[in-house]
């Protein structure tokens, strides 16, 4: 028993298109495009969404900078520059406290890498291997799981062929049905004409003799023709 299945193309059973019905359906297809298209102002009709920043100041502050149409400020690159204090404030302690504190940040990050360089030829290759072997293992997982469903795939295709060419079955079936139906209706229906027809000419006939013929069925035309007769 083929399944009940939602109306839909059936590729398996389908006929090609020929070219004059592709030529239709490419038309329909090009001709709907352009209504699909977004329109300019489609989502005027919605509300402005309510965005609350409560304990984000930093992102209020750049919402508002963005609304506004404001250019992003440029980085602040002083931090990353060693120069000493300008020609007027060389006699300044806090200047020179300022540059001697920057220095020192840029001592403590120049000793950070040093380390980092250190820790990276002592243990970078150990590192290393155990981040290609997590990689390895992914890329297993994901092979497998490719697998499972390239294999669900040709499952489900399989499937939609057999139910597909069982419903050709059926559908080819029930055609097969439906003309020997239409052609024993149109034999009766050519029947019933042939019989109007004969009808009509044992009418014309039975006139011609001049016996009188009414529709009032068999019985009544025999006797009206017994009668007709005994005169």
Request: proline share 5%.
């Amino acid at each position: 028993r083929v399944r009940a299945m939602a109306p839909a193309a059936l590729p398996y059973i389908d006929p090609d298109l020929d070219d004059g019905t592709r030529e239709k359906v490419l038309a329909m297809i090009a001709e709907e495009l352009p209504k699909l298209r977004p329109r300019k102002g489609m989502l005027a009709h919605l509300p402005n969404p309510e965005l609350s920043f409560e304990g984000t100041h930093l992102l209020e502050a750049e919402w508002m900078r963005v609304c506004s149409g404001e250019p992003m400020p440029p980085l602040d690159t002083s931090n990353a520059e060693l120069e000493a204090p300008a020609h007027g404030q060389q006699n300044d302690p806090e200047a020179w406290e300022h540059c001697a504190g920057t220095a020192s940040a840029h001592l403590e990050y120049e000793l950070n890498r040093q380390e980092n360089l250190e820790l990276m030829t002592e243990h970078g290759a150990s590192a290393w291997r155990v981040y290609l072997a997590r990689l390895e293992a992914c890329l297993q997982q994901m092979k497998k799981d490719a697998e499972g469903l390239e294999a669900a795939q040709q499952r489900l295709h399989k499937d939609r062929k057999y139910e597909q060419l069982e419903a050709g079955r059926a559908l080819a079936a029930l055609h097969e049905e439906w003309v020997q139906l239409v052609g024993k209706n149109r034999a009766i229906e050519d029947a019933i004409a042939t019989v109007h027809a004969d009808h009509e000419n044992l009418r014309v006939q039975a006139e011609a003799m001049g016996i009188a013929v009414n529709g009032s069925g068999a019985h009544d035309g025999q006797q009206q023709l017994s009668t007709n007769g005994s005169g």
